[in-house]
Nanobody
Framework: QVQLVESGGGLVQAGGSLRLSCAASGRTFSSYAMGWFRQAPGKEREFVARISWSGGITDYADSVKGRFTISRDNAKNAVALQMNSLKPEDTAVYYC?????????????????WGKGTLVTVSS
């Protein structure tokens, strides 16, 4: 069992930065691939970024590549998403996700565990 709690959301102007954090509980955290998804009002939840259990492999949605960076600290049971050069279209609720299979973590339907989300609002 893994429980996930996000923090770090808020209101920021376009061009600004935010750092989201995800605190995980559970002894098997380091065995899971971790990811971030987001859901904007009226839209489906979409993949943002993922990181392998070791942290050695990362992957990003094209819309955030070069602007966002995912990282993890297995000693602290934590995952982070550094978001730079934010745009109004990045406005969404951001969710932390855990899945045993890194290869399938782009697909939200098979996520094993979800956090409750944190709201990011980017003003123009």
């Amino acid at each position: 069992q893994v429980q996930l709690v996000e923090s770090g959301g808020g209101l920021v102007q376009a061009g600004g930065s935010l750092r989201l954090s995800c605190a995980a509980s559970g002894r098997t955290f380091s065995s899971y691939a971790m990811g971030w998804f987001r859901q904007a009002p009226g839209k489906e939840r979409e993949f943002v970024a993922r990181i392998s259990w070791s942290g050695g492999i990362t992957d990003y949605a094209d819309s955030v590549k070069g602007r966002f960076t995912i990282s993890r600290d297995n000693a602290k049971n934590a995952v982070a998403l550094q978001m730079n050069s934010l745009k109004p279209e990045d406005t969404a609720v951001y969710y932390c996700a855990a899945r045993w299979n890194y290869g399938a973590l782009r697909d939200s339907s098979g996520v094993d565990y979800w956090g409750k989300g944190t709201l990011v609002t980017v003003s123009s």
